[in-house]
């Protein structure tokens, strides 16, 4: 099991960056793929990045593709998404969730919120 810990949120100006860290307390981080998604008010959560479990697999929702990025770096348990050319329609509360490669077991992180201002 890993408990997922999101990170990194904040309020930024709209064509700002932020990145967002989740850290996983367990010692087996590399048996998970992890996907990004967020809420936005009034909205269904939503997809917004996945990484594979070695980094070499990732791809996005098209409403974020070529402005965020996401990364990891399993000696430290933890996977990053860098946020850049940020809009107000970016608000949310971004999630963490880790999915086991192969049990479909899953583990969400309790969330960080992102505030994107005008």
């Known amino acids: 099991q890993v408990q997922p810990i999101e990170s990194g949120g904040g309020l930024v100006q709209a064509g700002g960056s932020l990145t967002l860290s989740c850290t996983a307390s367990?010692?087996?981080?590399?048996?998970?793929?992890v996907a990004w998604y967020r809420q936005a008010p009034g909205k269904e959560r939503e997809f917004v990045a996945f990484?594979?479990?070695?980094?070499?697999?990732?791809n996005y929702a098209d409403s974020v593709k070529g402005r965020f990025t996401v990364s990891r770096d399993n000696a430290v348990n933890t996977v990053y998404l860098q946020m850049n050319s940020l809009t107000p329609e970016d608000t949310a509360i971004y999630y963490c969730k880790a999915e086991h490669l192969y049990s479909d077991l899953f583990y969400w992180g309790q969330g960080t919120q992102v505030t994107v201002s005008s």
């Open positions: 990484i594979g479990w070695n980094g070499s697999s990732a």
């Open positions: 367990g010692p087996t981080f590399s048996s998970y793929d």
